[in-house]
């Protein structure tokens, strides 16, 4: 019976996102939430605003019939991560100023007394990552902990993509196939964020909108917490080493670079555009 609601909340997720595509993007015009993308056209940024609105009230359904404590407390923890991480998300898109790269740029300039959005993000992300990992029912302080990290690293990987229309969704899908073909599960929300996800492909494929980190943040909070929830000790240390290798590798080298230099990942990367 519970399965069949979390089908349900994913199918509404689906539809409420292809309905509220279009006003989020006047809503953002209208704020003057645009900016410049790489073939300097003036864009709306922040698109992803429409995934915690099209998953949270389709979500409250799943929540309303689940009758087992330990589900209802990873749902709420989902559902807190992926509302806290937008609005992380809509702050670094609304104020950010983008004249900083990297974890280590924000970090070095709060240390020199300036506050950035991405410090903001980065730091008030991972309490958000803690509060909802230790709502995840049995995990010890060091499960926590190393949970805390995937899924904070995790929001910020998908990000790391979102360069050319398109590529984060991809990149997200992609990582959304893995992770439920080696888990042997849909997850949770992630279902449902990946069925509202899928009314921003047209739209982000034409390079009409960008996601944002809004956007950016929910796609990858959203994998992470799938990790932790549902992979072994052993599959969230994997993801771990993973996400910290392509944090080191995204510091001093260029994602966008690598995916131009391999011709199968550029081919990937243009598909649909």
Known sequence: MFITWLVVSAALSFIFGAW???????????????????RRQEIPTGSGLVLPLAVTPSALLSLAVASSGALIRSLSAELILLNGMALLGL???????????????????LWHGELTTGAVKALYGICIAFLSASLIP?????ERTVSTAVIALSANAVNLFDLRPGRALK???LAYAIIAFLTGSAGL????VAAAALSLVSVDLAGE???????ANVLGSSLG????????????????????ALH????????????????????LDSLGR
């Open 248 to 267: 080191v590798y995204a510091e001093f080298s260029s994602i966008n670079s690598l995916i131009e230099r391999v011709s199968f990942l550029n081919w």
């Open 20 to 38: 509220l595509i279009q006003p989020v993007l006047g809503l953002l015009r209208r704020g003057g939430l645009v900016r410049e993308n790489y």
């Open 225 to 244: 917490f799938f990790i932790v929830s549902q992979a072994s000790r052993g599959g969230e240390i994997t993801a771990l080493s993973l996400l910290t």
């Open 209 to 215: 909108a960008m996601l944002g980190d809004t956007g």
């Open 171 to 173: 990149a997200f899908f």
């Open 138 to 142: 049995d995990k010890s302080l060091l």
């Open 91 to 109: 702050l670094d898109d609304s104020a950010g100023q983008g004249t900083t790269r990297g974890l280590v740029g924000h970090l070095r300039r």
């Open 189 to 192: 929300l992630t279902m449902s």
